[in-house]
């Protein structure tokens, strides 16, 4: 399948059948085109894994690992949208008619248990964990969200509405703890430097987790991220930690 990605065009293949729905799932939210052949591509091969981007290539020359699946996808998308204006985030949105909050957070952390509980607000979920964030005049922008995520073991998709939504994000929640019971903190983050790194690693975890089906590099895709994120100064963070009602109720 070919996929428009940005301005470009990308050629996503698979022959290992057990990994159909999750490679092709991963790239859901993007249009797929009609184009008869592109320079780019990405290749899960029985025994190896080809990928070439804007000339460039990797090869890892094993079976992919299914967990490293994940990385290797979102790696060569955020390869192809990443530039001064454009980053490519392990993310959640939310979203309703009065405002976008993007929420961060490590694997495992909360954000979509989060962004659940905002369901019960009237929110409606426009990302499920990796966002193509685009950034203008200091205003942070959704420009596409992901579709594909876990429920019970089970692959579901978000809404195809709702991930192509332009979302201007008024805030950012990063999770450092979800509990049900115990103290709720929430502590605005004053200093913008500390700001810029507590994001930075949500944009460049494809370079910063290993991955073992190969001791092959991936794509460095942390050339923008500084200039990406110095502009985001008019918009506010947030690190939270506690009940997630009492959180909602404060930032919502």
């Not at 990308?10 to 290992?16: G, H, K, P, S, Y």
């Not at 159909?20 to 790239?27: E, S, V």
């Not at 790194?197 to 500084?226: G, R, V």
């Amino acid at each position: 399948m070919i996929y428009k990605i940005k301005d470009s065009l990308l050629l996503v293949e698979n022959q290992i059948i057990e990994f159909n729905d999750i490679i092709y799932g991963r790239f859901s939210q993007f249009e797929q085109e009609d184009a008869q052949e592109t320079d780019n591509y990405l290749k899960f091969n029985v025994n190896d894994v080809q990928i070439k981007i804007n000339g460039k290539e990797i090869r890892l020359n094993a079976k992919v690992i299914k967990t490293d699946i994940y990385t290797i996808i979102n790696n060569v998308i955020a390869y192809i949208v990443n530039d001064e204006s454009n980053i490519y985030m392990h993310s959640v949105v939310v979203s309703n008619s009065k405002q976008g909050i993007l929420i961060i957070g490590n694997f495992g952390q909360g954000k979509t248990t989060l962004a659940n509980e905002f369901l019960k607000y009237g929110y409606k979920i426009n990302s499920s964990d990796q966002t193509w964030l685009k950034i203008q005049n200091s205003e942070l922008h959704q420009i596409l969200g992901s579709r594909f995520y876990f429920e019970n073991d089970k692959i579901k998709f978000l809404n195809k509405t709702d991930v192509k939504q332009k979302v201007k994000i008024d805030k950012i929640i990063r999770i450092v703890g979800l509990c049900d019971n115990g103290t709720t903190s929430i502590n605005e983050q004053n200093n913008f430097y500390y700001k810029i790194k507590q994001i930075s690693d949500y944009c460049n975890w494809t370079n910063i987790e290993p991955i073992f089906t190969d001791d092959a590099y991936l794509y460095d895709i942390q050339k923008f991220t500084k200039n990406f994120l110095l502009q985001m100064s008019n918009t506010k963070m947030y690190n939270v930690r506690g009940n997630k009602e009492d959180i909602i109720n404060k930032l919502k």
